[in-house]
T-cell receptor, first 112, second 110 residues
């Protein structure tokens, strides 16, 4: 399935590194999301973009910086992360109007 | 109170069994409801949307009780391939935040 594509699939980074996660959706949706899934915890919403504007930010630390250049692409820029930021980062897209969200395969991030 | 709560599980059932999962939500303004399944180390995938009148898709039946703010998922004739974590998801009207429950782990045993 290639509806929502995330790269890279796996990432190991040091606490002083800067990296970016990329998400691309081919479904013609107008909303995109970043979720974080830590071990044994529910998915946590990080950011929502609708029509390329950020509409929700659930008090995410500034070391995570999203970017949405157009309705098909979403980035998550990472810098000076902490080991507790190690998790599965999932991108999703949907069409606003209460329809379901489709997820990418995620980026498994390990901060060392 | 958490926004979405689910049976803690895990559920270990034999093949062919019927199993039911329960979910409650706290936001009475929620308008859209879904069940997702998530396999180990994979992304969540939509299993079915949940409609007010209830809906069925093969061996899967979803029910919604708005008055009690309760959603259920029934799986009949369980298969080994049904083993996964089942996530209850709600969204408020006009909202853009899919709120996920913690999930209930199901293991179907041979």
């Amino acid at each position: 399935e290639t509806g929502v594509t995330q790269t890279p699939r796996h990432l190991v980074m040091g606490m002083t590194n800067k990296k970016s996660l990329k998400c691309e959706q081919h479904l013609g949706h107008n909303a995109m999301y970043w979720y974080k899934q830590s071990a044994k915890k529910p998915l946590e919403l990080m950011f929502v973009y609708s029509l390329e504007e950020r509409v929700e930010n659930n008090s995410v630390p500034s070391r995570f910086s999203p970017e949405c250049p157009n309705s098909s692409h979403l980035f998550l820029h990472l810098h000076t992360l902490q080991p507790e930021d190690s998790a599965l980062y999932l991108c999703a897209s949907s069409q606003t109007g209460n329809t379901e969200a489709f997820f990418g395969q995620g980026t498994r991030l390990t901060v060392v | 109170r958490k926004e979405v709560e689910q049976d803690p599980g895990p559920f270990n059932v034999p093949e062919g069994a019927t199993v039911a999962f329960n979910c409650t939500y706290s936001n009475s303004a929620s308008q859209s409801f879904f069940w997702y399944r998530q396999d180990c180390r994979k992304e969540p995938k939509l299993l079915m949307s949940v409609y007010s009148s209830g809906n069925e898709d093969g061996r899967f039946t979803a029910q919604l009780n708005r008055a009690s703010q309760y959603i259920s998922l029934l799986i009949r004739d369980s298969k080994l391939s049904d083993s996964a974590t089942y996530l209850c998801v709600v969204m408020a009207a006009g909202g853009q935040n899919f709120v996920f429950g913690p999930g209930t782990r199901l293991s179907v045993l041979p």
